[in-house]
C-alpha cells in the first residue's frame, strides 16, 4: 500500500507562472513532510519541509501547504524558471515514540515538472 | 565540502556476484540511510544507522547488508547479485533524523545486474 502518493506522473507550466505539485497521504502518523527535486543524473536535493503542527512554511519561491484533514500537501513554486524543470518528490517522516526518531522517510513516485520558456 | 561521496557511479554485475556500494559523509552526520530507486518509482528505504554500531532494516532489505564501523561511511553489501536488484542507490545522511533539514544525498550507484 502506497502510504504517500504524488498521482500525476508529469506537469508542463509556462516561465513565470506558478506550479502546483501535490501529493497525498493515508497515514496521520506522519509529522514531518518535505520535498525534494530531482536533475537526472543527481541525487534528490532537499528543497522545504513542513511539521505536521503547521499548515505553511514558505522559503523564498518556494511555500508548501499542508491540509491534514485532506491528508494533503501541495508545493507552490512562484514564479517558475527553466531550471525548475526537473523531477519533485514528496516525502513523510513517521512518528516515533520511546528512543528517539529513525529519520526513515516514506517517498511518492515523483512528478516531472517541465517549465518551458 | 564534499557532503555525502558515493563511489562507483556505475557498475555492471553478473548474475550471483557480489559487490560493496560505498558511501562517506564529512558533515558529522550520525543518521544514515540507504535508498533504491526503481524507473518510475519512488525511492525505498533499504537499510538505515542512527550512529555508528546501530544498524536496521528498511521496507526493502533482502539482498543485502551493512555496517556502520564509523560515523563517516556506512558502506552496502550485494551478495549473490539478481536482475532484481537492477537499480539506482543512493545513500544520504541526516543531522536532524529527517526533519527539519531533511537528508543530503550522494550522486547515487547506477548498477545492472546481467
Known amino acids: 500500500d502506497q502510504q504517500v502518493k504524488q498521482n500525476s506522473p508529469s506537469l508542463s507550466v509556462q516561465e513565470g507562472r506558478i506550479s502546483i505539485l501535490n501529493c497525498d497521504y493515508t497515514?496521520?502518523?506522519?509529522?514531518?513532510f518535505l520535498w525534494y527535486k530531482k536533475y537526472p543524473a543527481e541525487g534528490p536535493t532537499f528543497l522545504i519541509s513542513?511539521?505536521?503542527?503547521?499548515d505553511k512554511n514558505e522559503d523564498g519561491r518556494f511555500t508548501v501547504f499542508l491540509n491534514k484533514s485532506a491528508k494533503h500537501l501541495s508545493l507552490h513554486i512562484v514564479p517558475s524558471q527553466p531550471g525548475d524543470s526537473a523531477v519533485y518528490f514528496c516525502?513523510?517522516?513517521?512518528?516515533?515514540?520511546?528512543?528517539?526518531?529513525?529519520?526513515?522517510?516514506?517517498f511518492g513516485q515523483g512528478t516531472t515538472l517541465q517549465v518551458k520558456p | 565540502n564534499a557532503g555525502v561521496t558515493q563511489t562507483p557511479k556505475f557498475r555492471i554485475l553478473k548474475i550471483g556476484q557480489s559487490m560493496t556500494l560505498q558511501c562517506a559523509q564529512d558533515m558529522n552526520h550520525n543518521y544514515m540511510y540507504w535508498y533504491r530507486q526503481d524507473p518510475g518509482m519512488g525511492l525505498k528505504l533499504i537499510y538505515y544507522?542512527?550512529?555508528?554500531?546501530?544498524?536496521d532494516k528498511g521496507e526493502v532489505p533482502n539482498g543485502y547488508n551493512v555496517s556502520r564501523s564509523t560515523t563517516e561511511d556506512f558502506p552496502l553489501r550485494l551478495e549473490l547479485a539478481a536482475p532484481s536488484q537492477t537499480s539506482v542507490y543512493f545513500c544520504?545522511?541526516?543531522?536532524?533524523?529527517?526533519?527539519?533539514?531533511?537528508?543530503?544525498f550522494g550522486s547515487g550507484t547506477r548498477l545492472t545486474v546481467v
Open positions: 544520504a545522511s541526516s543531522y536532524s533524523a529527517g526533519g527539519t533539514y531533511g537528508y543530503t
Open positions: 497515514n496521520s502518523m506522519f509529522d514531518y
Open positions: 513542513i511539521s505536521s503542527i503547521k
Open positions: 544507522s542512527v550512529g555508528a554500531g546501530i544498524t
Open positions: 516525502a513523510a517522516r513517521a512518528k516515533s515514540y520511546g528512543s528517539g526518531n529513525t529519520g526513515k522517510l516514506i
